[in-house]
């Protein structure tokens, strides 16, 4: 596409870290920088024009589909940061984007590579969305923040459950349960001793089916090595797979 170019196909978005994104030892949780992405993505797709109310015309939402992130160092209590992030390439219908993760320094804290769906609002289905250049989304497809693609996840066989029911603020403005939570929920299976003296290195989530309002979820884990662990969170009202994670510390 015309005049396209990689200053603007790329956003920045900075935040601070507050005490409601850390945990007990004043580290930045897992689900904030979660959260930190998933906002930086929304500053760069509403400046670029396909954001919350550029696709809302076509009938579509954008959902998280996958996402794998690598994280070099905790961020602390009062740090700054800042997220880079852009569009990469078009997998069918998956759209990529990466993100770098920077401190106030400039030093690279962490990585990240995701995939995101377009889905219709009231069928509830994926499409492509209509009206923009292919090269819009593949401009920088040799621009990597990782290499590889998000990463898919497989059944989690045995290990320890426990029934989770959403809540008001569970739920996000799309009327299902936010990625965030389920990050939050997956580390609440893990001992505070545990936190203590181990911090996330990598995660990787799949979401395969939305969780909404009154729906329970059976979400199981299983330690598959002393510092490694598989999710999996299954609707307990649909029989269904909501979504499959891992976590490596």
Same mark, same amino acid.
């Given at each position: 596409?015309?005049?396209?170019?990689? +200053?603007?196909?790329?956003?920045? *978005?900075?935040?601070?870290?507050?005490?409601?994104?850390? !945990?007990?030892?004043?580290?930045?949780? $897992?689900?904030?920088?979660?959260?930190?992405?998933? =906002?930086?993505?929304? !500053?760069?797709?509403?400046?670029?024009?396909?954001?919350?109310?550029?696709?809302?015309? =076509? @009938?579509?939402?954008?959902? $998280? *589909?996958?996402?794998?992130?690598?994280?070099?160092?905790?961020?602390?209590?009062?740090?700054?940061?800042?997220? +880079?992030?852009? /569009?990469? @390439?078009?997998?069918?219908?998956?759209?990529?984007?990466?993100?770098? $993760?920077?401190?106030?320094?400039?030093?690279?804290?962490?990585?990240?590579?995701?995939?995101?769906?377009?889905?219709?609002?009231?069928?509830?289905?994926?499409?492509?969305? !209509?009206?923009?250049?292919?090269?819009?989304?593949?401009? $920088?497809?040799?621009?990597?923040?990782? +290499?590889?693609? /998000?990463?898919?996840?497989?059944?989690?066989?045995?290990?320890?459950? @426990?029934?989770?029911?959403?809540?008001?603020?569970?739920?996000?403005?799309?009327?299902?349960?936010?990625?965030?939570?389920?990050?939050?929920?997956?580390?609440?299976?893990? *001992?505070?001793?545990?936190?203590?003296?181990?911090?996330?290195?990598?995660?990787?989530?799949?979401?395969?089916?939305?969780?909404? /309002?009154? +729906? *329970?979820?059976?979400?199981?884990?299983? =330690?598959?090595?002393?510092?490694?662990?598989?999710?999996?969170?299954?609707?307990?009202?649909?029989?269904? @797979?909501?979504?499959?994670?891992?976590?490596?510390?």
């Amino acid at each position: 596409m015309k005049g396209l170019t990689e +200053e603007k196909l790329t956003s920045f *978005s900075r935040f601070r870290v507050t005490s409601a994104d850390t !945990d007990m030892y004043a580290r930045v949780r $897992l689900g904030a920088i979660v959260n930190y992405l998933i =906002q930086s993505a929304i !500053d760069s797709a509403d400046r670029l024009g396909f954001g919350y109310g550029g696709i809302r015309e =076509q @009938n579509l939402f954008w959902v $998280l *589909s996958r996402l794998t992130v690598e994280l070099d160092r905790p961020l602390k209590w009062y740090e700054s940061l800042e997220v +880079e992030t852009w /569009p990469k @390439n078009v997998e069918r219908i998956l759209y990529l984007r990466d993100f770098i $993760l920077r401190d106030e320094k400039g030093g690279i804290a962490g990585r990240a590579t995701s995939g995101w769906l377009a889905v219709d609002i009231e069928t509830r289905r994926m499409k492509k969305i !209509d009206g923009l250049h292919a090269g819009f989304f593949d401009h $920088l497809k040799d621009k990597h923040a990782i +290499e590889v693609p /998000p990463e898919k996840l497989f059944p989690v066989e045995g290990g320890e459950t @426990n029934e989770i029911k959403p809540v008001y603020f569970d739920i996000d403005l799309n009327g299902h349960v936010t990625t965030t939570r389920y990050v939050d929920w997956m580390m609440d299976m893990l *001992s505070p001793g545990f936190h203590r003296n181990n911090y996330p290195r990598k995660l990787s989530v799949n979401i395969m089916k939305e969780t909404l /309002p009154g +729906e *329970s979820i059976l979400l199981g884990y299983r =330690q598959c090595s002393d510092k490694e662990f598989l999710y999996e969170g299954i609707n307990s009202n649909k029989g269904t @797979n909501a979504f499959r994670a891992y976590t490596g510390f």
